[in-house]
Nanobody, 124 residues
Framework: QVQLVESGGGLVQAGGSLRLSCAASGRTFSNYAMGWFRQAPGKEREFVARISGSYGTTYYANSVLGRFTISRDTAKNTVILQMDSLKPEDTALYYC?????????????????WGQGTQVSVTS
């Protein structure tokens, strides 16, 4: 079992930055790839970014490539999503998730453990 708790969401103007954190507890954190997803009202939950458990390989959705950076601190059992140059269309509930699989996996159904989410709102 893995428990995930997100923090760092908030309200920001377009062009601003936010830093989301996901604290993990439970089974060995380094064994899991970690992902960030987001869900806007009336829309499907979509993939944002992923970082592997072994070599820290990163993957990004095209919509955030070059603006968001995912990283992990294994010693602190934490994964970070640094979000820069935010746009109103980035407004959503952001979720942290853990996946025991390897490679480029972007489907929400491939992730076994989920946090409760943190709200990000970007005003124009």
């Amino acid at each position: 079992q893995v428990q995930l708790v997100e923090s760092g969401g908030g309200l920001v103007q377009a062009g601003g930055s936010l830093r989301l954190s996901c604290a993990a507890s439970g089974r060995t954190f380094s064994n899991y790839a970690m992902g960030w997803f987001r869900q806007a009202p009336g829309k499907e939950r979509e993939f944002v970014a992923r970082i592997s458990g072994s070599y820290g390989t990163t993957y990004y959705a095209n919509s955030v490539l070059g603006r968001f950076t995912i990283s992990r601190d294994t010693a602190k059992n934490t994964v970070i999503l640094q979000m820069d140059s935010l746009k109103p269309e980035d407004t959503a509930l952001y979720y942290c998730a853990a996946d025991y699989g390897s490679g480029d996996r972007r489907s929400r159904y491939q992730y076994k453990y989920w946090g409760q989410g943190t709200q990000v709102s970007v005003t124009s």
